[in-house]
């Protein structure tokens, strides 16, 4: 992945690169920018996969360089020495929030966080995330699946789990009724994204976390209990922890 540090502090840019270096070598820093307008500068010209951000920049702060990004493809970590503006940076999608000065393995832990979530930072990821945040009513959303024999008309609520198999989908329902149809999950995914209580905690798995009664974290590995009694496999508990927390 490639990473652009903005930090008005010499130091404070060569000290996060070395840090990267040795505990994310995967990363690597294209550029590194001391201002407001710098930055700007080098964000017109490119689009690096993370933004290390310090928020105070001069005159000028991270967050008002954020404003002028809009659409851009950026994962944000906050790199700053202060602790008051945590919460105002949930306001801007950012990824993680680092105080300096910053630990390797702290590091680590944030840009793994990209890597687990993926990169991409779009307008409306930032007021999905806002709207979770502020407890804003969900809403459900009526599906329309195509199957061999024609189709089939789906509410959200009533979806308990999405399954990849192979080259086909199944949708199970709360009623044990299931639907296989030849749509992407990923399709489904993006179809579903509105609807803040639907998840992909597997890479085939898609849960609908309203209908979730436990989570089991035995030996095994990790799996959500439905309330119906079935059960899947969890392999992205971080995210699904940050979302049960947010809805």
Known sequence: MDALIIDDELTARESLKELLAIFCPHVRV???????????????????????????LGKETGFDLLETLESRPTAVIFVTASEQHS?????????????KPVSG????????????????????????LKNAINGERRISKRLYI?????????????????????????????????IV???LLKQLEDDLAPVKTFLRIHKSFIANLAHIKSIDRSSKGSEVLFINGQSIPCT????????LEMI
């Open 30 to 56: 294209t550029h590194m920018a001391e201002s407001y307008q710098a930055a700007i500068e080098l964000l017109q010209a490119s689009t690096p996969d993370i933004l290390f951000l310090d928020i105070s």
């Open 181 to 183: 149809t030849s749509k």
């Open 87 to 99: 919460l105002k940076a949930f306001d801007y999608a950012a990824t993680d929030y680092l105080l």
């Open 105 to 128: 393995p702290r590091l680590q832990k944030a840009v793994e966080k990209v890597a687990r979530k993926g990169t991409g930072w779009i307008r409306s990821e930032i007021e999905d």
């Open 236 to 243: 992205y508990f971080d995210l699904l922890k940050e979302r």
């Open 146 to 178: 195509s199957t061999r024999t024609g189709a089939e008309i789906v509410n959200s609520e009533d979806l308990l789990y999405i399954q990849a198999l192979g080259n086909y989908v199944r949708l199970v329902l709360m009623d044990g009724a299931e």
